[in-house]
């Protein structure tokens, strides 16, 4: 069964804090996202990772940078969180025909909640 | 830079139909559904990949014009199993990696 793990369910943290969301997936998949979900904006993308050590902004990168070190892992982090970070962040990773995504498979979502 | 989807929100009774629609600026290659039922990941439902292709899912169907950068999901005869939030995932045309989704349209189905 093909699975996308992220590291908490839940993380209360406090403004200023550098917050590290962690992903790994099992399916060997080469392209890996983080989005950030609001109601009533759907799924914004924050960047993208197509192979090891790749990065690429997505449409909503500030405040936050990534790492890739290995294929399986894709890391979110805040350098300093604010409270408009406060969201529901979902990491997804699919297979790549060529330069295109197949399906996207998600974790189960990390609720961040910055106090 | 995200497609656009409308309704943003419908509520249906049993055995209804809706149609959601997805519409993008950019040039795309195809188009991805999924459903996420509450306190859920987002599932995948179906893929088009060529213009005014159309494919079904039990009575759940879709549509692709790529010509002009939309695409259509169907729902016949809904059932409360329908219930959810849909996103339209779209790749660009032009080559990138990019994967971006839709605003989504939250759908309740009533007994």
């Known amino acids: 069964d093909v699975k996308v793990t992220q590291s908490s369910r839940y993380l209360v943290k406090r403004t200023g804090e550098k917050v590290f969301l962690e992903c790994v997936q099992d399916?060997?998949?080469?392209?890996m996202f983080w989005y950030r979900q609001d109601p009533g904006l759907g799924l914004r993308l924050i960047y993208f990772?197509?192979?090891?050590?790749?990065?690429e902004k997505g449409d909503i990168p500030e405040g936050y940078s990534v790492s890739r070190e290995k294929k399986e892992r894709f890391s979110l982090i805040l350098e300093s969180a604010s409270t408009n970070q406060t969201s529901m962040y979902l990491c997804?990773?699919?297979?790549?025909?060529?330069?295109?995504?197949?399906?996207?498979?998600f974790g189960q979502g990390t609720r961040l909640t910055v106090v | 830079q995200q497609p656009v989807q409308s309704p943003q929100a419908v509520i249906l009774r049993e055995g209804e139909d809706a149609v959601i629609n997805c519409s993008s600026s950019?040039?795309?290659?195809?188009v991805h559904w999924y459903r996420q039922k509450h306190g859920e990941a987002p599932v995948f439902l179906m893929i088009?990949?060529?213009?005014?292709e159309q494919k079904g899912h039990d009575k759940i169907s879709a549509s692709f014009n790529e010509k002009k950068q939309q695409s259509s999901l169907y729902l016949t005869a809904s059932q409360l199993s329908y219930s959810g939030t849909y996103f339209c995932?779209?790749?660009?045309?032009?080559?990138?990696?990019?994967?971006?989704f839709g605003t989504g349209t939250r759908l309740k189905v009533l007994a």
């Open positions: 997804a990773s699919s297979k790549l025909r060529g330069r295109r995504n197949t399906e996207a498979f």
């Open positions: 399916m060997d998949h080469e392209n």
């Open positions: 990772s197509y192979d090891v050590k790749m990065k």
């Open positions: 950019k040039a795309l290659y195809s």
């Open positions: 088009l990949l060529k213009g005014g």
């Open positions: 995932g779209t790749g660009e045309a032009s080559g990138t990696y990019k994967y971006i």
